[in-house]
């Protein structure tokens, strides 16, 4: 909610989070949810999306689940049709896939960036334009602390974060003027899946906090950013990190 609708009764605020079947997404998903936004719970997995639909009704909150792969272009397409107007869009859904550069393949590569630059942007082409013709929106990017750093195997995983980071920037100088607030909230290592405890452990080590987060902890800070209290915040990249992109 940059979104500055003050009767919640009158205009249920509608948010959709990709990639809210697991992970930091879930955890956004719950907490938009808690705060009384309806959420479209987006992703591949239905089975998942249910459950996180589960957990915010059992929480007495409202969400629904589309189910899109946004690698496809026409699953944007999809999505944006199945879902309507929304006023706030969590650009969460995305991969990462680390590998030493001549190792990793087209296929990756190019898989990488379809699901963490070319949706967000399509998504962002969607929905922006309705956002702006009624004058409130937020906007926010799931960035990484990868987009800013240089990690070994982790080149054109970075890159990717680093161009959705340099979108972010671009729509604000398109939208902000019409009242729609972007911001790319780049993480740290979070701990989301249990079977890369081991990376999470190495990358907590260098940060200064020394541990990973939980994906509660982004979802917070996501939370705000939509809300008023952030009214005055736009195009910023927030990190989220545990110190480790200042030291
Ligand atoms: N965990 C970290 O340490 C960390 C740190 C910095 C940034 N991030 C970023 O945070 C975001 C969420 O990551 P996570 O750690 O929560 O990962 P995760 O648990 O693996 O979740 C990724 C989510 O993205 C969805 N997704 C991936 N590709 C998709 C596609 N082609 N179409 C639709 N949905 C797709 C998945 O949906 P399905 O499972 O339903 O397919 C899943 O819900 C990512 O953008 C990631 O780069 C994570």
């Not at 629904?64 to 650009?91: K, M, Q, S, T, Y």
């Not at 740290?188 to 999470?200: K, N």
Request: net charge negative; aromatic share 6%; charged share 20%.
């Amino acid at each position: 909610m940059s979104v500055e609708h003050e009767n919640l009764d009158l205009h249920p605020i509608t948010a959709l989070v990709t990639g809210a079947t697991s992970g930091i997404g879930r955890a956004v998903a719950k907490r938009l949810a808690a705060d009384g936004m309806s959420v479209v719970v987006a992703g591949r997995n239905a089975q998942r999306g249910a459950e996180t639909v589960n957990e915010i009704t059992a929480a007495g909150g409202h969400a629904w689940f589309v189910e899109a792969d946004l690698e496809d272009a026409a699953g944007i397409d999809r999505l944006a049709g199945e879902v309507g107007e929304i006023d706030v869009l969590v650009n969460n859904a995305g991969q990462a896939i680390w590998a030493p550069t001549e190792e990793m393949k087209v296929s990756e590569y190019d898989a990488m960036f379809a699901s963490n630059v070319r949706a967000p942007f399509f998504l962002v082409a969607a929905f922006a334009p309705a956002m702006a013709a009624k004058g409130s929106g937020a906007v926010i990017n799931i960035g990484s602390m990868a987009g800013s750093l240089g990690l070994a195997t982790g080149a054109a995983y970075g890159a990717t974060k680093a161009a959705l980071a340099s979108l972010t920037r671009g729509w604000t100088a398109e939208y902000s003027g019409r009242g729609v607030r972007f911001n790319t909230v780049a993480p740290g290592p979070v701990y989301t899946r249990p079977e890369a405890r081991d990376l999470f452990d190495a990358l907590a080590e260098t940060t200064a906090i020394k541990r990973a987060a939980e994906p509660e902890e982004i979802a917070e800070v996501v939370a705000f950013l939509v809300s008023p209290k952030a009214g005055y915040v736009t195009g910023a990249t927030i990190a989220v990190d545990g110190g480790r992109t200042a030291i």
